[in-house]
């Protein structure tokens, strides 16, 4: 296996990490280790007030059917389809684990340059147009001053900030 393919399957773990700590069953679990009760009181509107919402709808301008209908997109053109107890596909935990999956998706496809270069022109603008926002929306929104949820928050944002710096690069490439 390559570098690149060794920092594509890192990529790949993180997102992975960071979606089971955005995940409610998952989050004391992880190594941010949030109590559920930190977790709901920072991240479940329908339970504080003052939680910020984990769904890309609450920050966005466009309309939740809308953005619904081109995640779906998104996920069942690579043969994803969503189970009905699953999070909505809005859903933070679900956004970071579908770059979870493209990401993952590099490693088969290394010597296959068209391929590869479909799969990172996806993961561009899955960034661009969804999680990035979403990210950016959390963090700017997050009111908890809980440490474990301030550091997911925080991590997560750098991260994402990062990646959407490689894909923009890779794309101009």
């Known amino acids: 296996m390559g570098i690149n393919m060794e920092f594509s399957a890192v990529r790949s ?3 992975r990490t960071l979606a089971e700590a955005f995940t409610y069953t998952r989050a004391g679990a992880g190594p941010f280790g949030i ?17 910020c919402s984990l769904r890309e709808r609450a920050h966005a301008q466009e ?4 953005i619904f ?8 053109f690579f043969g994803l389809k969503r189970d009905e107890n699953a999070e909505m ?15 993952h998706l590099e490693s088969p496809v290394a010597d296959q340059p068209d391929d590869l270069a479909s799969i990172r022109r996806a993961q561009h603008d899955f960034l661009t147009r969804h999680l ?4 950016k929306g ?7 001053q809980n440490p474990q949820c301030l550091e997911l928050v925080e991590t997560t944002f750098d991260f994402i900030n990062t990646e ?5 690069e890779r794309a101009q490439a």
């Open 89 to 103: 596909p809005d859903h933070l935990g679900v956004e970071l684990e579908f770059m979870h999956f493209l990401t």
């Open 138 to 144: 959390v963090h700017g929104g997050l009111k908890s």
């Open 35 to 51: 109590s559920s009760a930190d977790y709901n009181e920072a991240f479940d509107p329908s339970l504080s007030p003052q939680a």
């Open 63 to 66: 309309d939740q059917s809308s």
């Open 13 to 15: 773990s993180v997102y």
């Open 132 to 135: 990035g926002r979403l990210v």
């Open 69 to 76: 209908e081109e995640l779906m997109r998104f996920y069942e």
């Open 164 to 168: 959407l710096a490689l894909v923009k």
